[in-house]
């Protein structure tokens, strides 16, 4: 790591051991707390409802230290998951070193860890959402040869009261990259993204987001935080942090945020879109000459094959699909296309080629801005924040692999590219043409029941993992919801409530 890098860098214990997270050691973690009288230990571990738990520590000397560090602590599995039996309940919870971090809000100098699963038998637990994600990359890698990237764009609702004798009032779903003092909660977001970074989190920006809004009591602000493509499992570790994050500092300052996808009808709702990159030995492998690599569009066409699917663990309550309507800038159709904000999977800029387009702007620079690096990505814009991120991760690596490993890949591609709106009246031949995402989580349930082979195969599903999320998703009941509930503003109300804080 080179000592700028290290200079740079947000979180204190790289700088501090001088190496990035990825080579912390048992030895670097005990001499970290020595060095900056660190009085508490948390481990922290995401169970089935998708939110971080936390068991902590007060350290009491090296030794309890490094017995911690060294074995783990047993837990109640019974009560983080519904599918261990009370019976047999304990399992062990085992500390990963490089997802350490400064906990920003504890009173006491504390040091959380992300930690994994184990069984009495000292086996990984085959159905944390961790290790699902951990067996998923592994086969991508083992079938493929390559490495799966990936990053998340987090979007969220602050919802505080009308502030009163307001000198700059927003307007209506006009709030995408608005700045101070037109956006209200600005600090709110730069103070998330300096935390967030600070315990590892790679930002690439955050802005306003479109979505603002006021009714008769409350005033709504959308923002989003954006990452950069890290590896899939790095890359989950900090979403969740970062929801974390995010409400301990609206706890904090007294307000109420919410990563749901939809808050009203008419109004811009949250998702979560995920980009990703397929990378081997450190290139990246979307582009090839150029254009699109083949690569690319057979990893597209695996997405598109399962994107139905795919939604079971994107787009888990009966809100999602209040989102996943038309004209709302969020997928119903099954396609893909470039720089395409109406398809499902959306290929943006690149900065394919030499780019000297700073160095036009800046000509003193001497040919310093000009780069031939690409940072070529593709884009899933289905899923919101409801995703159970660990096995959402999961289900894209694995429909990437299903993509590169199918013999009509090219072909599925090829016909499902679209290159207009296909919300426009004038395109709606093309539009009946396309399968459709599901309208509800009753027919999400029945997507993944048609293709659970394709997640179960090589173990990285369990079938037990399947058999929940189709009996979550079929329990509410919700078939043909949208339909259901149009023109029922009080339901729907009910309903958004209901789902505020979900995962």
């Known amino acids: 790591m080179k000592e700028s890098e290290i200079k740079l860098n947000p979180n204190r214990i790289v700088r501090y051991l001088k190496k990035p997270a990825v080579d912390f050691t048992k030895a670097d973690i005990i001499q970290f707390v020595e060095a900056n009288e660190i009085e508490m230990i948390n481990f922290r571990y995401a169970a089935e409802d ?37 019976g047999s309940s304990d399992m062990y919870v085992v500390p990963r070193y490089r997802t350490a971090f400064v906990n920003p809000f504890s009173s006491a100098p504390t040091l959380d860890i992300l930690c994994s699963f184990y069984t009495s038998d000292g086996k990984p637990l085959e159905s944390s959402p961790e290790y699902i994600l951990k067996k998923a990359h592994k086969s991508f890698t083992d079938k493929t040869g390559f490495s799966y990237k990936a990053m998340g764009e987090l979007e969220y609702y602050i919802i505080t009261p009308i502030p009163e004798n307001e000198l700059f009032p927003s307007e209506d779903q006009k709030g995408y990259h608005a700045s101070e003092p037109f956006t209200k909660w600005q600090e709110f977001r730069l103070e998330a993204m300096r935390l967030i970074a600070q315990t590892g989190g790679k930002i690439k920006y955050g802005h306003s987001e479109v979505g603002n809004f006021y009714d008769d009591n409350y005033y709504y602000e959308q ?43 008419g109004k811009a709702g949250s998702g979560m879109h995920v980009h990703y990159m397929i990378d081997k030995d450190g290139h990246n492998m979307m582009v090839e000459n150029g254009k699109l690599s083949d690569i690319a569009k057979k ?204 995962q």
């Open 299 to 502: 990893s597209i066409a695996g997405v598109l094959d399962l994107a139905g699917a795919l939604t079971a663990f994107g787009n888990t309550i009966p809100t999602s699909y209040l989102r996943l309507v038309p004209h709302q800038e969020a997928p119903t159709n099954i396609c893909w296309g470039d720089r395409n904000r109406s398809v499902l999977v959306r290929v943006p800029l690149g900065w394919l080629g030499d780019i000297d387009m700073v160095e036009k702007e800046n000509p003193n620079e001497n040919g310093d801005c000009k780069t031939n690096e690409c940072k070529q990505t593709c884009e899933l814009r289905s899923g919101d924040g409801s995703a159970d991120i660990y096995l959402y991760l999961a289900s894209m690596v694995i429909a990437a692999q299903h993509g590169l490993t199918m013999d009509n890949s090219l072909k599925i591609a090829e016909e499902l590219y679209m290159d207009v709106n296909i919300f426009e009246t004038k395109h709606k031949d093309k539009k009946d043409k396309l399968a459709s995402l599901p309208s509800s989580c009753w027919d999400s349930a029945e997507e993944l029941k048609a293709k659970r082979s394709v997640f179960e195969n090589d173990f990285v599903f369990p079938s037990g993992v399947i058999d929940r999320f189709l009996e979550v998703l079929q329990s509410y009941n919700d078939k043909n919801l949208s339909e259901k509930l149009y023109g029922k503003n009080k339901e729907i109300a009910q309903l958004v409530k209901k789902h505020l804080h979900c």
């Open 223 to 265: 923002q989003e935080i954006e990452f950069l493509p890290v590896n899939v499992e790095d890359a989950a570790n900090q979403l969740i942090i970062a929801k974390w994050i995010l409400r301990m500092l609206a706890k904090k300052h007294g307000i109420l945020i919410s990563f749901a996808p939809k808050i009203t009808v």
């Open 50 to 86: 998708g939110r971080l738990k936390t068991l902590s520590f007060v350290i009491s000397s090296e030794a309890h230290l490094n017995s911690l560090l060294t074995t783990g602590e047993r837990v109640d599995g019974s009560s983080l998951f519904s599918f261990i039996e009370a």
